[in-house]
């Protein structure tokens, strides 16, 4: 069955240095999401890929936060400098979107990261 | 503004039924859904409502208003694996998905 890979699994780091998550959608999703899941709330939408183009990064905080799908396919998500408020799970996610809306998201095991 | 709403707690007993409400307040609105997230583990897709109604699948069941912006999930025969959280999420259009807080649903026995 066709999954979403992420990595790492886990991720502990210091303030001030940079992280790195890589995502894998499932082969043919146009549509690529990264969330941010803070223990005991929701996924939040950082940011939503449509084929490598950028649709929604309006709560990517920016000055830190880089995302990436230069080919459509897979995708980085980069924090530089992390900070403490940083350490959460890192969801990514794919859909196919093609009933006119996003569809069913297909989430990835995560990235937990860990800010000390 | 983007708002949904859901009881951050229930505790229910092993057998029994219980509903986890969701209300919602969006900018847009295609259709509903409802996740399924055990701890530390990626949410799972349940079901997915556009249309008034109930909808049914095995032991659960999803409902929405449109003109009421609420829903719920219904839970039947609880079991002890179903103790997870439950995300209620909104399409509000473009291709985006809000998710509520969820609702930890502990299963007791």
């Known amino acids: 069955e066709a999954e979403v890979a992420q990595s790492p699994r886990y991720k502990i780091t210091e303030k001030s240095q940079a992280v790195a998550f890589w995502c894998d959608p499932i082969?043919?999703?146009?549509?690529l999401y990264w969330y941010r899941q803070i223990l005991g709330q929701g996924p939040e939408l950082l940011v939503q890929?449509?084929?490598?183009?950028?649709?929604?990064d309006s709560q990517l905080p920016k000055d830190r936060f880089s995302a990436e799908r230069l080919k459509g396919v897979d995708s980085t998500l980069k924090i530089q400098p992390a900070e403490l408020g940083d350490s959460a799970m890192y969801l990514c996610?794919?859909?196919?979107?093609?009933?006119?809306?996003?569809?069913?998201?297909?989430f990835g095991e995560g990235s937990r990261l860990t800010v000390l | 503004g983007q708002n949904i709403d859901q009881p951050t707690e229930m505790t229910a007993t092993e057998g029994a039924i219980v509903q986890i409400n969701c209300t919602y307040q969006?900018?847009?609105?295609?259709?509903l859904f409802w996740y399924q997230q055990h701890a530390g583990e990626a949410p799972t897709f349940l079901s997915y409502?556009?249309?008034?109604g109930l909808e049914e699948k095995g032991r659960f069941s999803s409902f929405l208003s449109r003109s009421k912006g609420y829903s719920y999930l219904l839970l039947k025969e609880l079991q002890m694996k179903d103790s997870a959280s439950y995300l209620c999420?909104?399409?509000?259009?473009?291709?985006?998905?809000?998710f509520g807080a969820g609702t930890r649903l502990f299963v007791k026995a």
């Open positions: 969006t900018s847009g609105f295609n259709g």
């Open positions: 082969s043919g999703h146009a549509t």
């Open positions: 409502n556009v249309l008034d």
């Open positions: 996610a794919s859909s196919s979107g093609t009933s006119g809306g996003p569809g069913e998201l297909f």
């Open positions: 999420a909104v399409d509000t259009g473009g291709f985006k998905t809000i």
């Open positions: 890929f449509q084929d490598e183009s950028v649709v929604d």
